[in-house]
């Protein structure tokens, strides 16, 4: 009877400990997948891409003087209207950013742009004691294309990049005049005159970027562009301050 119970007792407390043991045994845990690594964006690449913006002179001509050294024996010479083009381009750019590990990026950009940026000075000149002989004229100043060669420094704000530009400008100018001479109302005569003239200069502005996607950008750009001048008239000293201001959206691609 004693050996009954010890052997039920037995087995009872091998029944009980089973569960911890089953506990106590490690068992193969199956690692949880390592998510793929998706890189950070970076500016860094070539890119190319387009343009479309608005220009407006701030330059100087001294038309007055212009007028009265070859009027000098007139009664009056009025004018109205200079010599500041002003109007809509479009062009293309192409450029390289390298973006550094604390995030400035270092770029160089080409742009060329093309448009009709037009600026007209009307005059009319009575002569002294006969008002009925007088000349009328116009002189037009334009742009019509335009381009720069920049450095570009920024700070990558991940997909934000505001920068500073400055470097090398280019401008195609022409001027033109032309006239018509009136004696008692009918046509005495006329005559034409123009000049072309490729202005190289300097340019500094800056701008913002945005990355929509990771090979597509966006930006708004300003440029200060100062070309020198060019000489119209060389008796008179005429020179005109070829100077203007754009304002310019783009889009880019980046590879």
């Not at 083009?85 to 293309?92: E, L, Q, R």
């Not at 002189?139 to 704000?157: E, L």
């Not at 996607?213 to 300003?222: G, S």
Request: proline fraction near 3%; avoid cysteine.
């Amino acid at each position: 009877m004693r050996i009954k119970s010890l052997l039920l007792g037995t087995v009872a407390a091998a029944a009980l400990a089973a569960p911890a043991l089953a506990a106590d045994l490690s068992y193969p845990v199956k690692a949880a997948p390592v998510a793929a690594y998706v890189p950070a964006f970076t500016w860094t690449g070539v890119y190319l891409g387009g343009n479309v913006g608005y220009g407006w002179g701030d330059g100087s001509a001294p038309w007055n003087n212009y007028l009265l050294y070859y009027y000098s024996g007139y009664d009056s010479v009025a004018a109205n209207g200079g010599s500041n083009p002003t109007g809509w381009f479009g062009g293309a750019q192409i450029g390289y950013n390298y973006q550094l590990a604390n995030n400035v990026v270092l770029g160089a950009e080409a742009d060329f742009n093309f448009g009709s940026m037009t600026d007209r000075l009307n005059y009319t000149a009575i002569a002294a004691g006969d008002p009925t002989l007088q000349d009328t004229g116009s002189i037009n100043t334009k742009i019509d294309s335009f381009g720069t060669v920049r450095a570009r420094v920024g700070y990558s704000m991940d997909r934000f990049l505001p920068y500073v530009t400055g470097g090398l400008a280019w401008g195609n100018v022409k001027v033109s005049e032309s006239f018509t001479s009136y004696a008692d109302g009918a046509l005495d005569g006329f005559g034409a005159a123009s000049r072309s003239d490729t202005l190289w200069g300097w340019t500094l502005g800056g701008g913002v970027e945005y990355a929509i996607t990771d090979n597509w950008t966006v930006k708004a750009e300003y440029l200060y562009i100062d070309l020198g001048d060019i000489t119209w008239d060389g008796a008179s000293g005429t020179k005109l301050d070829m100077s203007m201001s754009t304002l310019k959206a783009g889009v880019n691609y980046k590879f």
